[in-house]
């Protein structure tokens, strides 16, 4: 795979770590090679293009290609070979006994952006290598360009948007602030899920979202006839500005919670019994019908929850306007928040961020990770298929 170019299906594989998967046995065989750079230099006592230099372990005599075969593929090396005397990198001597635990080393090595000492540390322990600063560093400009190339890649027609967020502590200017993290996912007109993009910004305001939609669009994204999210201030304003004529689509989970917190502990599960019917009406008709029999029966206790109700009622059930086939799957952002836990999950061990580029660096592998997933699967069927 050509350096900072995307094609999809060859991105990260089936997850970062998981067998098979061209992407990520190209990023192995990237750190494998550079650590044996890293160990090589220290062997002979100087740099591989230094001159006039005394070299106390002899010199070097080319590079001898080497094959190691690995659950993820072939690596495909280079092996600095000496002139004189021998070297053999410790680091693939290693992986004969613990393979596994060393690709998962590698990629939280490269992507996850924590301190050099920590990566230095942490790949000692499994190879018995130090890593240095400036061999991290070369390792996260390789990495970087195809992260890039896929978040910058050419966008077409989308008929349903599902947007999410998410907040880490993340250091800046010496200190510790809470930063959003936005991102897009979008179902292509033959009812394919990709993830379209993301953004990293101070907080999760209107003008953040503005910003992330723009970007979408000038990367040719079209067609979208509907938005699902939360009702986030901000975010409605920010898609009302970016895509008008479209509908909104306010998530139900979102929704049946904040209207739930304007009731009584018990008669909570009868309010969500009655919310529920509302929800997964089958038609306009049927869900006016059910709303007007919950504002008879709660009416009096809860005129708050009636005129919550009334407000959102629209938003809450504009999936009535699509095929009945798609409704169920965009009543809400359940299918981007289950991405978000993975997300969380994954980037746990950072409990604060270095920077916003290392959050940024894990979050877009991560994302590129999940298009790799989706790639080839319906999620929504088109209408009479």
Request: aromatic residues 8%.
């Amino acid at each position: 795979m050509a350096e900072g170019k995307f094609e999809p299906g060859r991105g990260f594989g089936e997850g970062l770590f998981a067998d098979g998967g061209e992407g990520v046995r190209a990023l192995v065989e990237e750190v494998v090679q550079a650590l044996i750079g890293t160990e090589a230099d220290k062997h002979f006592g100087v740099p591989w293009n230094a001159k006039g230099l005394p070299r106390p372990n002899g010199y070097r005599n080319g590079l001898k290609g080497r094959e190691l075969r690995t659950r993820m593929g072939t690596l495909k090396l280079r092996l600095p070979q000496a002139r004189n005397g021998s070297f053999f990198p410790s680091c693939l001597e290693r992986w004969q006994t613990s393979e596994q635990a060393l690709a998962a080393t590698l990629g939280e090595m490269v992507i996850k952006g924590v301190s050099t000492r920590k990566v230095s540390q942490l790949a000692e322990a499994m190879l018995g290598v130090a890593v240095s600063a400036s061999t991290v560093s070369n390792l996260v400009k390789a990495i970087e360009p195809k992260v890039n190339a896929f978040r910058e890649r050419p966008l077409g027609t989308y008929r349903y948007l599902l947007v999410d967020a998410r907040f880490d502590k993340v250091r800046e200017n010496h200190r510790v602030m809470s930063r959003a993290f936005l991102w897009a996912a979008g179902v292509t007109p033959d009812g394919q899920r990709e993830v379209l993009g993301w953004l990293d910004w101070s907080s999760e305001t209107g003008r953040a979202w503005a910003e992330l939609f723009r970007m979408l669009k000038e990367r040719g994204l079209t067609g979208v006839e509907l938005v699902v999210s939360d009702a986030h201030e901000g975010l409605v304003k920010g898609i009302e500005a970016a895509f008008p004529g479209s509908m909104w689509q306010q998530c139900q989970t979102h929704f049946m919670r904040r209207a739930l917190d304007l009731t009584r502990e018990t008669d909570k599960t009868a309010l969500c019994e009655d919310l529920r019917m509302i929800l997964q009406a089958s038609s306009r008709e049927r869900a006016e019908e059910e709303k007007a029999l919950l504002e008879k029966h709660w009416g009096k206790k809860y005129p708050k929850l009636v005129a919550y109700l009334e407000d959102h009622f629209d938003s809450v059930l504009a999936v009535l306007n699509l095929p009945a086939g798609h409704r169920k799957r965009l009543r809400t952002t359940n299918h981007v928040e289950r991405v978000n836990q993975e997300l969380k999950r994954r980037g746990r061990t950072v409990r604060i961020w270095p920077n916003p580029a290392s959050r940024d660096r894990l979050y877009g592998a991560l994302l590129m990770e999940q298009h790799e997933r989706w790639v080839g699967i319906t999620w929504l069927k088109q209408e009479g298929a």
